[in-house]
């Protein structure tokens, strides 16, 4: 199984991106995702590896999985 940190649309942003946990995450550091919003993608990545890879989706990609896991 291939992991998500060595996926090959995993990607560094720069440093200094601001990154935002989601209003859903537990305070005690669980499993949680982060977003970052870029230029014209969104960044997310797993808030317990801050320093790894993180995915660039499109917005319009986002806004249909948010969309998806809150319905």
Known sequence: MTSIYTHPCATELAPGTTWFKSSYS???N???VEIAAL???VGVRDSKV???PALRVRPA???AFVE???S
């Open 26 to 28: 537990t305070q005690d």
């Open 30 to 32: 669980g499993n949680c």
């Open 39 to 41: 230029t014209s993608e």
């Open 50 to 52: 801050a320093d790894g």
């Open 61 to 63: 990609a986002w806004s």
């Open 68 to 70: 998806f896991i809150t």
